[in-house]
């Protein structure tokens, strides 16, 4: 899955590789961000952008700001 930060800024995707990957397009600079403990789910951002959520099949729920 992948998603977009609302100002449009931001680009994640949930991966199976247990991390989530977090793309700036304005500097072009990936960073894989890693919590889960099984296959990243689900990514999302909040209405106004600051925090994201991501689930796995860990059964887990991580909250990042």
Not at 4 to 26: E, H, P, V
């Amino acid at each position: 899955f992948v998603f977009f930060r609302l100002q449009g800024q931001l680009l994640t995707a949930a991966s199976s590789d247990r991390t989530i990957k977090l793309y700036n397009i304005a500097s072009e600079q990936l960073v894989p961000l890693s919590s889960h403990h099984d296959e990243v789910q689900y990514v999302k951002f909040d209405l106004k952008g600051q925090y994201m959520v991501s689930t796995g099949r860990d059964r887990t729920l991580r909250v990042w700001s």
